[in-house]
């Protein structure tokens, strides 16, 4: 979807249509969830500081989230996909992988799927989506990325290559800020200079992840798209008014947030693997530490 929640926002409140909307906490510390395309111009973005958001767009309109409204639309949603396939993948409320090689309808073209599904999104709940095509999951979401708002791309396999060789590193499904910086560091900044690297080089320096790296620079991603969605993980965390400067008052909250989470880890009946530890700073800088 385009904008999810600012476009839900933007569905139940035409008054903000055409104008920078932002969706989040308007507080000290908030946090943009979602910017309008609109918003979008002025240099505002997801993950943003609502304060450094009001800084680049003076006339910013900043909207409370309605989580249970964008889980309504998101259930509608889920819907119309069920028309043409039960081999649904949620990746979050607005966004999923269907499988459509056995389609429901027996339409023999993915794209002209894609087209309906477009169609019946904007005509019965009012929003546009945008849908991405191909053999593979990675390429899909790339393409569903890539001619955003209410936009459809194809990547077919005779062609994918080339697509890959325009991209940043960046653009590749699931390499986030920290591995892109991690990639750079070695002189990888493009999708075409990461295929330059020999399997042996890549898990040489990221182990498992290397093989994923080479796999996903040529265009290779096997993973299905599952129905049944296991939860491999539970975090805890909480966003402080004020910086915590003295030692003891972090490990306090710490402890805090530590007896939450073992809460919600014997809720959830999982025992831990991995544990990570993400620290944010004022300026928006957070390190993490991984211990096994």
């Not at 053999?135 to 890959?164: E, Q």
């Amino acid at each position: 979807m385009d904008c999810f929640y600012a476009a839900v926002e933007c569905l139940d409140n035409p008054a903000l249509l055409g104008v920078p909307v932002i969706v989040g906490h308007d507080s000290e510390r908030g946090v943009v969830s979602t910017a309008s395309y609109e918003a979008r111009r002025y240099g505002v973005h997801s993950a943003q500081s609502i304060r450094m958001a009001k800084r680049l767009c003076s006339d910013l309109h900043i909207v409370e989230p309605h989580f249970e409204r964008y889980k309504e639309i998101s259930d509608a949603i889920h819907k119309i996909f069920q028309r043409y396939t039960d081999l649904i993948e949620p990746i979050s409320l607005d966004e999923a992988f269907l499988d459509v090689t056995e389609n429901k309808k027996n339409i023999e073209l993915a794209i002209d799927i894609a087209k309906e599904i477009k169609f019946a999104i904007c005509k019965e709940i009012g929003l546009t989506a945008s849908a991405g095509v191909s053999y593979c999951k990675l390429l899909a979401k790339i393409a569903s990325d890539y001619n955003k708002p209410d936009g459809l791309c194809v990547i077919h396999p005779d062609n994918a290559i080339t697509f890959l060789d325009k991209l940043k590193i960046e653009d590749l499904w699931l390499v986030g800020h920290k591995t892109a910086l991690e990639l750079h560091s070695l002189g990888i900044f493009t999708v075409k200079q990461l295929r330059g690297q020999s399997l042996t080089t890549l898990t040489r320096l990221f182990g498992k992840r290397g093989q994923q790296f080479y796999d996903y620079a040529r265009g290779i991603d096997d993973s299905p798209v599952e129905t049944r969605n296991v939860r491999k993980s539970v975090s805890c965390e909480n966003t402080f008014m004020q910086d915590l400067s003295i030692r003891s008052n972090v490990i306090i909250e710490l402890y805090h947030i530590t007896i939450e989470l073992v809460n919600r880890l014997s809720e959830s009946g999982f025992v831990g693997h991995t544990l990570t530890l993400k620290v944010k700073y004022a300026d928006q800088h957070y390190p993490t530490l991984d211990e096994t």
